[in-house]
C-alpha cells in the first residue's frame, strides 16, 4: 500500500516528470529564420541558390520526422557537492545531445559554445572509442557532408529553441565543413544574426609544404538569437608600450615626475593643444579585441593538459564565457569532450549544462569538476559559491545504482522508461500506458514477482470499469507467476474472469520496442548496463615506488572491451584523478592497465581506480597499500 508520505513523494516526482517532458511532443516550435529578400537575389551578382529551409529540415515536422523525439528519463547517476546544495545543481549528462536537448526547457540557455566533431577524418574524430561514438560517426561520415550537415542542423535548431533571445551561440570548426555549416547556420539563426567569424589562430611549428600553405586556424562562428543579444563585458588586450608608441607613431617622453606619456597631436589641425596620454592609463584601458584570436595550443607541459588530441585551451572558453555571459548565466556545451567549458564556466561563477555521448569524455569531466572542487576546498576564501554538479545519464542505464533507489523512485524511472504515466492513486496500479494498467516489480533483481503479485494486481484491474488488461514490468518473474498468468487467461481466478496479464521483463526487447520501432539507430538506446569486473594488484619496487596491475579485469557487458582506466593515488572519499592519469592510454592507445607510481612520503597509501568499458560500464575499484 502507499502511505500519505509516500503519495506525496510521488506527486513530486510526478511533477518532476511532467516538467521534464513539457517540451513539445512532437513538433519543435522552434522557427528557423526567415531569408531577407537580398540574400536570395543579391542585387549585383545574380541570385544564390539557397533554399529556405536548413538541409534535411521538412516544413511541418522539421526533424521529427528524420529523428523520432524518445521523452526516456534521467538517471541521477552521482553528485558533485561543492557546498551550496540548495541551489538547484548544474548538470552533466551523458547521452546522445540530440536527445538530451530534447528533454530541456526552451528560452533557459544565454551562452552555448560547442565544439563538434569537425568532419576531418574517420579516426581523428572517434577520440574515446566508445561504441555510440564509432556507431554515430559511422553512420555521419558514411553519408558524407550532406548527412553530416542533416545531423548537425538538427541539433543547431534545438540549441536555438534552448537560447534565450538575448542569447549567443559560438560554434567552433575548422576549413573542413566551416563554409557549409556557415551557410546552415544562416538559414538556422538568420543571416543577420550573424556576428563573427573569429579566427583562433594557434600558429607554430610550421612545416614546409610545397603545395599549400600550413593551415593554422580553426574558425569559430558567433551568432545571436537576436538583436538584443549583446557582448556583455567587453574583452580588452594589454597594449605593449613598444606597441603604444608605434601605432600612434609618437616618441614616449617623461613628465617631471618620470610618468611616461605620448603626445596625442590628432586634433591639433582643428585647432585644439595636443593632448598628454599616459602610458599607464592607455595600458589599464586595453586594447580592443578583434576576431583574429592569437593563442596558442595547450602547451605539453601545461597543468590543464589531458592528453587527448582535441581538448581545447581554457583561456579560449574562458574569453567566451567572459565576453557573452555574466556570473550566474547559463552556459551550455552539448559536445563536451574532457569538460573544458564546465570547467571554465563552474571556475567563473556561471551555471551550465554539458552533454557527452562518451562516458569516457564524461568521466574526465567529471573527475575534473573533482580536481576543481579539491582545489576550491584549499583555497581559505572561496570567490563563489558554486552549486553543485549533478552526473545524470540518458538512454543508458546503470543496473546498480538503479537497483538502489527506492521502490518509489525506481517505479517512476520504469514507467517513463516504458513511456508510461504514473498514477499515486491506486495500490497495485502504479501507472498507465495507452490506457493499459501498468504494475512494477521490486528494484532488487532477486526479488522476483509472484503468482500473489498477479492475482492482486488483476484483482485492482477487474474493479475499473472496462478494463481486461495489464502489464507487469520487472526484471524477473518466479515460475508461478507465469503459470498464474496462463490461468488468468484461460479459466479466471480469485473471482477475476478472463484479464489478460502481459509480464516483460525491463531487460527485454518487448520492454524497449516502442523506442527501438521508431528507427534503425535507436537500438542503442534503453539499454541497461553493468560494471566492470576488477581484478587488481600491486607490488612494491622500493623506494616508495610501487606497481599497480588491472589488466586482468574484464568488461561484463554484452560484446564490451575495456577502454579507459584512470587513476587516483590519493583517494578520499571521492575519485579525483592525479594529473597525468585522467586519460587513461599509453601510447599505443591501450587503457593505463599498468602504472607505476612514486609516492613522496612513506605510510599507508589510499589508491583507486575508475574502469570504463566501450558501452559505458563503470566501477570505481579502491584499496591501500603500505609504502615503507
Ligand atoms: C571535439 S570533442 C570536444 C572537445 C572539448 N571541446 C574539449 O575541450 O575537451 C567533440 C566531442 O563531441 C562528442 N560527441 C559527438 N557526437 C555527440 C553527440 N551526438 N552527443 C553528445 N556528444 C557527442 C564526442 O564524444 C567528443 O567528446
Same mark, same amino acid.
Given at each position: 500500500m502507499t502511505s500519505n508520505l509516500d503519495k506525496k513523494k510521488l506527486d513530486d516526482r510526478i511533477t518532476e516528470y511532467i516538467l521534464a517532458d513539457a517540451v513539445p511532443e512532437n513538433i519543435s516550435k522552434t522557427e528557423v529564420a526567415k531569408q531577407p529578400e537580398f540574400y536570395k537575389i543579391p542585387k549585383r551578382f545574380g541570385s544564390i541558390p539557397v533554399d529556405e529551409l536548413p538541409l534535411g529540415c521538412d516544413k511541418e515536422k522539421q526533424y521529427y520526422k528524420i529523428y523520432p523525439r524518445i521523452p526516456l528519463p534521467f538517471q541521477r547517476a552521482d553528485r558533485i557537492t561543492f557546498g551550496y546544495p540548495e541551489q538547484t545543481p548544474n548538470r552533466l549528462f551523458w547521452g546522445d545531445n540530440l536527445h538530451v536537448m530534447r528533454m530541456l526547457p526552451s528560452n533557459s540557455v544565454d551562452l552555448i559554445y560547442i565544439d563538434p566533431p569537425f568532419f576531418s577524418g574517420r579516426n581523428y574524430n572517434v577520440i574515446f572509442g566508445d561504441q555510440n561514438e564509432i556507431r554515430s560517426f559511422t553512420d555521419i561520415w558514411e553519408g558524407g557532408m550532406p548527412s553530416f550537415l542533416i545531423w548537425m542542423n538538427a541539433r543547431l535548431l534545438e540549441m536555438k529553441r534552448l537560447l534565450k533571445q538575448t542569447g549567443s551561440i559560438y560554434l567552433h570548426l575548422d576549413w573542413h565543413a566551416s563554409h557549409y555549416v556557415k551557410i546552415e547556420m544562416d538559414k538556422i539563426f538568420g543571416y543577420d544574426n550573424f556576428r563573427n567569424e573569429i579566427i583562433w589562430h594557434y600558429g607554430q611549428r610550421t612545416m614546409h609544404n610545397k603545395k599549400k600553405w600550413n593551415s593554422k586556424h580553426d574558425v569559430i562562428l558567433f551568432y545571436a538569437k537576436s538583436d538584443k543579444t549583446i557582448i556583455k563585458n567587453i574583452p580588452t588586450e594589454p597594449w605593449t608600450k613598444e606597441e603604444i608608441s608605434e601605432k600612434r607613431a609618437r616618441r614616449i617622453l617623461f613628465d617631471d615626475d618620470g610618468r611616461e606619456y605620448i603626445l596625442d597631436n590628432r586634433s591639433v589641425s582643428k585647432g585644439y593643444p595636443a593632448k598628454k596620454q599616459y602610458i599607464d592609463d592607455i595600458i589599464k584601458k586595453g586594447k580592443a579585441i578583434d576576431d583574429v584570436w592569437n593563442m596558442p595550443m595547450i602547451l605539453s607541459t601545461s597543468k590543464e593538459r589531458l592528453g587527448y588530441p582535441t581538448q581545447k585551451p581554457e583561456y579560449l572558453i574562458e574569453r567566451i564565457i567572459n565576453a557573452s555571459s555574466s556570473p550566474g548565466d547559463v552556459v551550455a556545451d552539448f559536445f563536451c569532450g574532457g569538460g573544458t567549458t564546465p570547467c571554465v564556466s563552474q571556475r567563473l561563477g556561471r551555471r551550465w549544462i554539458a552533454c557527452d555521448q562518451s562516458r569516457v569524455a564524461v568521466g574526465i569531466t567529471q573527475g575534473r569538476i573533482q580536481s576543481l572542487y579539491e582545489e576550491e576546498k584549499s583555497i581559505q576564501s572561496k570567490l563563489i559559491p558554486s552549486p553543485d554538479v549533478s552526473i545524470e545519464y540518458w &538512454? /543508458?542505464? #546503470?543496473?546498480?545504482?538503479?537497483?538502489?533507489? !527506492?521502490?518509489?523512485? =525506481?517505479?517512476? =524511472? $520504469?514507467?517513463?522508461?516504458? &513511456? &508510461?504515466?504514473? !498514477?499515486?492513486? #491506486? !495500490?497495485?496500479?502504479?501507472?498507465?500506458?495507452?490506457?493499459? +494498467?501498468? =504494475? $512494477? &516489480? +521490486?528494484?532488487?533483481?532477486? /526479488?522476483?514477482?509472484?503468482? #500473489?503479485d498477479v492475482i492482486s494486481f488483476a484483482r485492482e484491474i477487474s474493479t475499473k470499469k472496462g478494463k481486461r488488461e495489464g502489464v507487469i514490468l520487472a526484471w524477473a518473474f518466479a515460475p508461478s507467476a507465469h503459470a498464474a498468468v496462463e490461468k488468468l487467461i484461460s479459466e479466471g481466478r480469485a473471482g477475476v474472469d478472463l484479464i489478460k496479464i502481459s509480464p516483460i521483463e525491463i531487460e527485454s526487447t518487448r520492454f524497449r520496442d516502442h523506442i527501438t520501432r521508431l528507427h534503425e539507430d535507436y537500438d542503442s538506446f534503453l539499454t541497461f548496463i553493468i560494471p566492470p569486473l576488477v581484478r587488481f594488484s600491486s607490488q612494491y619496487l622500493g623506494n616508495k615506488t610501487c606497481v599497480f596491475d588491472v589488466s586482468e579485469s574484464m568488461a561484463m557487458n554484452n560484446g564490451a572491451k575495456i577502454i579507459n582506466v584512470q587513476w587516483d593515488f590519493d583517494f578520499q572519499d571521492r575519485f579525483t584523478p592525479s594529473r597525468g592519469f585522467a586519460y587513461g592510454r599509453d601510447d599505443e592507445g591501450k587503457p593505463l592497465y599498468k602504472v607505476q607510481f612514486t609516492f613522496v612520503r612513506s605510510g599507508k597509501k589510499s589508491i583507486a581506480c575508475r574502469i570504463q568499458d566501450d558501452v559505458g560500464g563503470e566501477k570505481i575499484y579502491h584499496d591501500y597499500v603500505i609504502i615503507e
Open positions: &538512454g /543508458n542505464y #546503470e543496473i546498480p545504482s538503479l537497483i538502489e533507489l !527506492s521502490s518509489l523512485d =525506481f517505479r517512476y =524511472f $520504469v514507467i517513463a522508461a516504458y &513511456g &508510461g504515466r504514473i !498514477s499515486s492513486s #491506486e !495500490s497495485y496500479i502504479h501507472g498507465y500506458k495507452s490506457d493499459i +494498467p501498468l =504494475f $512494477v &516489480g +521490486p528494484s532488487s533483481p532477486e /526479488n522476483r514477482i509472484t503468482k #500473489e
